[in-house]
């Protein structure tokens, strides 16, 4: 291994060092009797009383500014689309309902941090309520619970950092402007791809800046003039440097076109360092996708609740030439047990059929409870040197909860 991939595997060492810890300490509580803490709350103010509630309706238009104003303010979800301000009762669907990010960060900061007595901590009082109506929530499929999940150009924020493959972990820099970063594509897992991403995302487009790994998927330890480690085909080879361009479609967030150039006469991906066969038959190489030339992409997706999970989606999409079927869901909760489950089918002529599971556990109830951090098996199908089909790899992934909202 060259001294840039030394540099490079430090820099990624020291990057999930910090996801851990930061996912573990800063977000580790939820609800105290702490108002500042408080994510789900009430107050009533009057405007003669502080300039907060003037400041907070003329940011919103309302006009005429009212003497009296009942704030309602929601920011209990993990992604920051779902997070909200009603302006009167918030069971009346007359009253004026905003996106918590239309007001200033100086002022979400100043509600946030409201401590007097006329704030009100609405979770304890509909905590009754949701543990009695919970149990069927959680066993059906059900609707997103806020709009937010389905505009379009919000779809890039996602708070889970997963180690291989999976959504690229995005997050707003301000309104519809935000980053992501990714290992792997959205529909590999472990040892699969060795792609690296980067993008830019705003108002539903995205430029992304796509390089490779060497060794993520073809390793280099060897024993005679073969690997030590077995199956190492049916992956896919990421070009050097390339450039991804993607548009979501602005009516709900089911869409999703995508364009992949290699730049910088970095036309094949490669790196390819052994060859595998059919019992041992020459004429019968097992393929690897790599990549040439450029690719026209789409997606078609669904997203839902699924066991009280915060995001889920089934998809369709048709991406490097292969088609990808799939589910996968984030903290869903089975009684005790919270967890992450992903479910891919690839189908393609380039390389042999294939299927992908994980299943990343969180929490096991009172044994054991990791915050932030999940952990379990990834598991790939498909087939073999033997000709067989069946277990390609197993290995352990990992996913990181960096935030419950990034402004």
């Not at 019992?279 to 393929?287: A, C, E, I, Q, Y």
């Not at 390389?351 to 992908?356: C, E």
């Amino acid at each position: 291994m060259n001294l840039k991939n030394k540099n490079f595997t430090l820099v990624y060492f020291f990057f999930i060092l910090f996801l851990f810890f930061y996912s573990d300490v800063s977000f580790s509580q939820n609800e105290t009797s702490d108002p500042k803490t408080w994510k789900y709350f009430q107050i009533i103010g009057k405007t003669e009383d502080d300039t907060l509630f003037v400041q907070v309706q003329l940011e919103l238009d309302i006009v005429p500014v009212l003497p009296v104003v009942n704030l309602v303010v929601n920011v209990t979800d993990s992604l920051p689309d779902y997070h909200y301000i009603v302006i009167g009762n918030e069971n009346d669907t007359n009253s004026l309902r905003f996106s918590f990010y239309e007001l200033s960060p100086q002022l979400r900061k100043a509600l946030l941090d409201w401590d007097k007595p006329n704030k009100i901590n609405l979770s304890a009082k509909t905590e009754i309520k949701k543990s009695e109506s919970d149990v069927a929530k959680k066993f059906v499929f059900a609707p997103v619970s806020n709009t937010g999940q389905l505009i379009s150009s919000y779809n890039y924020i996602n708070p889970y950092f997963q180690i291989a493959g999976g959504e690229r972990f995005g997050f707003a820099l301000k309104g519809h402007l935000g980053l992501s970063f990714g290992l792997g594509n959205k529909y590999s897992t472990f040892f699969e791809s060795n792609e690296i991403s980067a993008g830019i995302h705003f108002f539903g487009f995205s430029i992304s800046y796509l390089s490779r790994i060497n060794g993520m998927n073809s390793h280099y330890i060897e024993s005679g003039n073969k690997s030590t480690f077995p199956n190492q085909y049916n992956n896919i080879f990421a070009f050097k440097n390339a450039v991804e361009f993607k548009w979501n479609f602005p009516l709900g967030n089911f869409l999703e076109f995508g364009y992949i150039t290699p730049v910088n006469n970095n036309k094949y991906g490669g790196n390819v360092l052994y060859d595998f066969y059919e019992n041992g038959d020459s004429l019968k190489p097992l393929p690897d996708n790599i990549l040439s030339g450029k690719y026209f992409n789409f997606e078609l997706r669904y997203p839902f609740k699924f066991l009280g999970a915060g995001r889920t989606q089934f998809y369709t999409a048709y991406y490097l030439k292969e088609v990808n079927i799939g589910f996968f869901s984030r903290e869903s909760k089975l009684h005790n047990i919270k967890f992450d489950t992903r479910l891919n089918f690839t189908i393609t002529k380039i390389r042999n059929f294939q299927i992908s599971f994980e299943a990343l556990i969180n929490s096991l109830g009172k044994i054991f409870d990791l915050k932030n951090f999940a952990i379990g098996p990834a598991l790939r199908l498909t087939k073999l040197e033997s000709g067989s089909f069946g277990i390609h790899t197993f290995f352990v992934n990992m996913r990181f909860k960096v935030n419950d909202y990034l402004e």
